[in-house]
């Protein structure tokens, strides 16, 4: 089958770092074609002019192809595309008649609501009202709709209703990684990870004092790895106090924004990714994408107890489910794993069976290639 999935962002293999939006599509196509089916990735041509940043063209991985959305319809009807998947609403009003090739709607993350929590954007009244006719309208154009994530279904569902086509398909797609084993840490002592970018819909929980200690007194190497997403208006996505202090620190190691191979490398190389952050609508939905890619490279992770990720980290033993402010489980959870890093294999073996059994590009993708071959 011919299949060609839309991406708003860079994707791994360009030489660039990339965001979850990038990493969704490229592990769709991934598995689609791990599953034996011919997939094209297409690349939003002003997407990749504001973003490269170059006057040197962008390296294309094998099967890509950079259009403008309003020559897409064009592209499906000569290259025989049996279905195009879109992982976002804003081209929808652009692809015009797709003839024969049916359409799957990618809800991979909650924009609505990452939206609705930049409270401080001037437009934010204008952006909302222009996002959720953009949302309906590419809800009513589709033949299908998939999930990223099954805590999703309900809001997806609401959002199927409104625009008029509640009995559409659906069904749950999780994210596609290739499983990557874990290597040889360069040290004994505990090597902890905090990666993401900053965005004004997530806030840090009260991690930095529980760690901040143990930096101090030498039993943990922090590695921060944090910016700003290239596409991304920001108005309190920035470092907060606590976030500014560990960066100042001398004894953490800051890292520019790395590529996908490199950043997977360094949390290959590590022990626990910290990932806790405040709660609020938009993170009771997400689909965290750093502490994804942390467990598709067999990294524990310590995470909050309700967002996508959680019920995998829960079910597998792939990390610790903490509340945002329970610095003391934190702390304890980090005292003993510095003090024996033997304590970790329990949990790195968990999240080793989550990189195979859940997010494997093949397994992962099966949901979406039942859907395509019952509406084609």
Same mark, same amino acid.
């Given at each position: 089958?011919r299949i060609?999935?839309l !991406?708003?962002?860079?994707? +791994?293999?360009?030489?660039r770092?990339v965001?979850?939006p990038?990493i969704?599509?490229?592990?769709?196509a991934?598995?689609l074609?791990?599953? =034996?089916?011919?997939?094209?990735?297409i /690349?939003?041509?002003w997407?990749?002019?504001?973003?490269?940043?170059?006057? %040197?063209?962008?390296?294309l991985? !094998? =099967?890509? &192809?950079i259009l403008k959305p309003r020559r897409?319809?064009e592209?499906v009807?000569?290259?025989?595309?049996?279905?195009?998947v879109?992982t976002?609403?804003?081209h929808?009003?652009?692809?015009g008649d $797709?003839g024969?090739?049916?359409?799957v @709607?990618?809800?991979?993350? +909650?924009?609505m609501l990452?939206?609705v929590?930049? %409270?401080a954007?001037?437009d934010?009244?204008?952006?909302?009202?222009?996002?959720?006719q953009?949302k309906l309208?590419?809800?009513a154009k589709?033949d299908?709709v998939?999930?990223?994530?099954?805590?999703?279904?309900d @809001?997806?569902?609401?959002?199927?209703?409104?625009? =008029?086509? *509640?009995?559409?398909p659906v069904a749950v797609?999780n994210?596609g990684l290739p499983?990557?084993?874990?290597? *040889?840490?360069?040290?004994g002592?505990?090597q902890?990870?905090v990666? =993401? @970018?900053?965005?004004p819909?997530s806030?840090p929980g009260?991690w930095?004092?529980?760690?901040?200690?143990?930096i101090?007194?030498?039993a943990v190497?922090l590695?921060?790895?944090v910016?700003?997403h290239?596409g991304?208006r920001?108005t309190?996505?920035?470092m &907060? *106090?606590e976030?500014?202090?560990?960066a100042?620190?001398?004894?953490v190691r800051?890292h520019r924004?790395?590529?996908?191979?490199d950043?997977?490398?360094l949390?290959a190389?590590?022990h626990?990714?910290?990932?806790?952050?405040?709660?609020n609508?938009?993170?009771e939905l997400?689909m965290? &994408?750093r502490?994804v890619v #942390?467990?598709?490279?067999?990294l +524990?992770v310590?995470?909050?107890?309700?967002?996508e990720v959680?019920?995998?980290?829960?079910? @597998?033993?792939a990390?610790w /489910?903490v509340?945002?402010?329970?610095?003391t489980?934190?702390?304890s959870?980090l005292?003993e794993a510095?003090?024996? $890093? #033997?304590t970790l294999?329990?949990q790195?073996s968990?999240?080793?069976?989550?990189a195979?059994e859940?997010l494997?590009?093949?397994?992962?993708?099966q949901p979406?290639?039942r859907?395509?071959r019952?509406?084609?």
């Amino acid at each position: 089958m011919r299949i060609a999935i839309l !991406s708003n962002d860079l994707i +791994p293999g360009m030489g660039r770092p990339v965001a979850a939006p990038g990493i969704r599509v490229w592990g769709l196509a991934l598995g689609l074609r791990e599953l =034996g089916h011919e997939v094209a990735i297409i /690349l939003d041509e002003w997407m990749i002019s504001v973003a490269w940043r170059s006057t %040197v063209p962008p390296p294309l991985p !094998s =099967g890509c &192809t950079i259009l403008k959305p309003r020559r897409i319809q064009e592209y499906v009807r000569t290259h025989g595309i049996q279905a195009l998947v879109i992982t976002n609403s804003n081209h929808a009003a652009n692809l015009g008649d $797709l003839g024969d090739c049916r359409l799957v @709607y990618d809800f991979f993350a +909650p924009k609505m609501l990452e939206l609705v929590q930049n %409270v401080a954007r001037e437009d934010l009244a204008e952006a909302t009202a222009t996002l959720e006719q953009q949302k309906l309208a590419a809800l009513a154009k589709s033949d299908a709709v998939v999930v990223n994530g099954a805590k999703k279904l309900d @809001y997806v569902r609401d959002w199927m209703a409104r625009s =008029g086509v *509640p009995d559409l398909p659906v069904a749950v797609v999780n994210p596609g990684l290739p499983p990557m084993t874990p290597e *040889p840490c360069p040290t004994g002592r505990l090597q902890v990870i905090v990666s =993401g @970018y900053l965005q004004p819909w997530s806030h840090p929980g009260a991690w930095v004092d529980a760690v901040l200690p143990l930096i101090d007194e030498g039993a943990v190497d922090l590695h921060l790895l944090v910016g700003a997403h290239w596409g991304q208006r920001q108005t309190r996505g920035k470092m &907060t *106090p606590e976030m500014q202090r560990l960066a100042e620190h001398p004894s953490v190691r800051s890292h520019r924004l790395l590529r996908l191979g490199d950043f997977r490398r360094l949390l290959a190389r590590s022990h626990l990714s910290l990932d806790v952050f405040a709660r609020n609508p938009e993170r009771e939905l997400a689909m965290v &994408t750093r502490s994804v890619v #942390a467990l598709s490279c067999g990294l +524990p992770v310590m995470h909050v107890p309700f967002s996508e990720v959680s019920g995998w980290i829960k079910d @597998y033993d792939a990390g610790w /489910l903490v509340d945002e402010d329970d610095v003391t489980s934190m702390r304890s959870i980090l005292e003993e794993a510095a003090a024996d $890093l #033997a304590t970790l294999e329990p949990q790195r073996s968990g999240a080793l069976a989550v990189a195979r059994e859940v997010l494997e590009p093949g397994v992962a993708a099966q949901p979406l290639e039942r859907i395509i071959r019952d509406i084609t």
